[in-house]
Each structure stands twice: as C-alpha cells, then as structure tokens.
C-alpha cells in the first residue's frame, strides 16, 4: 500500500507564496507519476501540476503555470508545490496523488490516472 501525507497549507495575503509537500511512503515503483490537485468549496476537484520522476517532466494547468512549481526531493521521496503570486482563486484543499500505471500525457491530467490519494491540506488566500 502507498500513503501520501501533505504538509504545508495554510493562510496568505494575495501575492503571498506558499509551499506544499508530500512525502511517500510504501510500497513504489521505480518511475510513477506524483500529482496535485485541488479543490474549492462546491467545485470539482482541478489538476494543478504533476512529475514524472523517471524524466523529470512536469505538466501545470494553464491557470497556475508561471506561478506554481512542481519539485522532487529524492532523499526525502517527496514531491513539492512552490506557490507564488497566489491569487484569492488558488484557495482550495490541496491533494497529492501517486499514478502508477503508464498513460498518455493528457491523462495525467485528469483524476483517472491516480492511484492513491493523500488526505488534502488547505489553503487559504486573502485579498
């Protein structure tokens, strides 16, 4: 079994930067996909960014790309969300996700490729 636990949330100005993380543990592959997404009060749950770790790709939505980055710490199997320039609209609960099977970029878009998810953390953004 593989668990994610995220740390990291909490409450910012607009303008502000945050910086999630998500450690995992369990049981792995040698190249999966980690994953963030989130999810606002009466909305569904977004793709925010993800990390191929065997490549080193990353894939953003076009809503945050220039302003969230996407890192791994290999010594500590983490994945990280740095989040700049945060707007009031970036508020949400934010969850990592671990993809083990091999799908088409677009996909990994998309909630279909996950596997596991950690329990969330929220953040909070004040104009």
């Known amino acids: 079994q593989v668990q994610l636990v995220e740390s990291g949330g909490g409450s910012v100005q607009a303008g502000g930067s945050l910086r999630l993380s998500c450690a995992v543990s369990?049981?792995?592959?040698?190249?999966?996909?980690m994953g963030w997404f989130r999810q606002a009060p009466g909305k569904e749950r977004d793709f925010v960014a993800a990390?191929?770790?065997?490549?080193?790709?990353?894939y953003y939505a076009n809503a945050v790309k220039g302003r969230f980055t996407i890192s791994r710490d290999n010594a500590k199997n983490t994945v990280s969300l740095q989040m700049d320039s945060l707007k009031p609209e970036d508020a949400a609960v934010y969850y990592c996700?671990?993809?083990?099977?091999?799908?088409?970029?677009?996909?990994?878009?998309?909630?279909?490729?996950?596997?596991?998810w950690g329990q969330g953390t929220q953040v909070t953004v004040s104009s």
């Open positions: 369990g049981r792995t592959f040698s190249d999966y996909v």
């Open positions: 996700a671990a993809a083990f099977k091999s799908w088409l970029e677009p996909v990994y878009k998309t909630r279909l490729a996950y596997d596991f």
């Open positions: 990390y191929k770790w065997s490549t080193g790709s990353t």
